[in-house]
């Protein structure tokens, strides 16, 4: 079935380091790939999309490219901060049994220290 | 700008009580939606109600019922809490999940932490 697999955490760095969190899905058809944010005490929020294949998604220095030959949608940036600390989730959503259903990967929890 | 605003925020039951989660949006969305997010397995849905008037399974529905009240609210009940049901629950909203060509983004609530001793 559809699934999303993203690298265990928790991921920890310094600030100004090269952040990449992995993530690689399984589906069926064509899905859009999302990555979601959840910062403490708060619900998820739409850090970036692609909907196809070769599309880059980008927002707040993160980038992320829709790799269809790797089945892969890395998270990257190139220097955090701390206030990026958070738990990231890759998700895709396919159009499956007459509605859109949004798949989510257990979480990658990153800390950024000082 | 509320968004969805979930109700209440944590909630400790005894195995065997009841509740409802609350959950509205102010977004005049149609899909609303409750999750279940569990460590290490990411978030599940439970229920969804892709418009006013349906609802349907999602992945984990066993021992939870819903009630879309309206456009703007969707609650989740528990009948009969079991300690497999502590996890946190998020309500989530989005313009339309019919349609593949839809705005793809959906709005979450800030969760409510639920323990079930």
């Known amino acids: 079935g559809d699934s999303v697999t993203q690298m265990e955490g928790p991921v920890t760095l310094s600030e100004e380091a090269f952040l990449t969190i992995n993530c690689t899905y399984t589906?069926?058809?064509?899905?859009?790939l999302f990555w979601y944010v959840q910062y403490p005490g708060e619900g998820l929020q739409l850090l970036l999309k692609a909907t196809k294949a070769d599309d880059k998604g980008s927002n707040k220095g993160f980038e992320a490219t829709y790799r269809k030959e790797t089945t892969s949608f890395h998270l990257e940036k190139g220097s955090v901060q701390v206030s990026d600390s958070a738990v990231y989730f890759c998700a895709l959503r396919i159009f499956s049994g007459g509605y859109n259903k949004l798949i989510f990967g257990a979480g990658t929890r990153l800390a950024v220290h000082p | 700008n509320a968004g969805v605003t979930q109700t209440p925020k944590f909630q400790v039951l005894k195995t065997g009580q009841s509740m409802t989660l609350q959950c509205a949006q102010d977004?005049?969305?149609?899909?609303m939606y409750w999750y279940r997010q569990d460590p290490g397995m990411g978030l599940r849905l439970i229920y969804y109600s892709a418009s006013e008037g349906t609802t349907d399974k999602g992945e984990v529905p066993n021992g939870y019922n819903v009630s879309r009240l309206n456009k703007r609210e969707f609650s989740l009940r528990l009948e009969s809490a079991a300690p497999s049901q502590t996890s946190v629950y998020f309500c989530a909203s989005s313009e339309d999940s019919y349609s593949p060509l839809t705005n793809e983004k959906l709005f979450f609530g800030s969760g409510t932490q639920l323990s079930v001793l």
């Open positions: 977004m005049n969305h149609n899909s």
């Open positions: 589906a069926t058809g064509y899905p859009s």
